[in-house]
């Protein structure tokens, strides 16, 4: 399984940003749901989950530092999980990584249940 992000790249406060993780492999298509996570981790800080969804039922779950500013969604005819950034702010200035845990049929949230990931796109949020 291969995950691929893109999308990152600098913009100003309040401004937007879509992220795209395309997901490729036998062993991604091969199940009708995945659990699909995003994301972040600013230099010297931990990495942090942001946003999680079920790409079969379409469940999500927020952080609550992005929930109401950032939107995931998924077109599964295309295996491409995205991540909407809207009112972006200096601290969300980060390296943003998906990452998905193979036939789920629920949401997992801790990284470490996470099987696969991908190399990270930059963002940049400048005040």
């Known amino acids: 399984v291969q995950l691929v992000e893109s999308g990152g790249g600098s913009v100003q406060a309040g401004g937007s940003l879509r992220l795209s993780c395309a997901a490729s492999?036998?062993?991604?298509?091969?199940?009708?749901?995945?659990?699909m996570g995003w994301f972040r981790q600013a230099p010297g800080k931990e990495r942090e989950a942001l946003a999680v969804?079920?790409?079969?039922?379409?469940?999500?779950f927020y952080a609550d530092s992005v929930k109401g500013r950032f939107t995931v969604s998924r077109d599964n005819a295309k295996s491409t999980v995205y991540l909407q950034m809207n009112s972006l702010k200096p601290e969300d200035t980060a390296m943003y990584f998906c990452?998905?845990?193979?036939?789920?049929?629920?949401?997992?949230?801790?990284?470490?249940?996470?099987?696969?990931w991908g190399q990270g796109t930059q963002v940049t949020v400048s005040s």
């Open positions: 969804i079920n790409t079969g039922t379409g469940e999500t």
């Open positions: 492999g036998y062993g991604y298509t091969t199940h009708r749901s995945n659990c």
């Open positions: 990452a998905t845990h193979l036939d789920s049929g629920g949401l997992f949230w801790f990284e470490e249940y996470f099987e696969y």
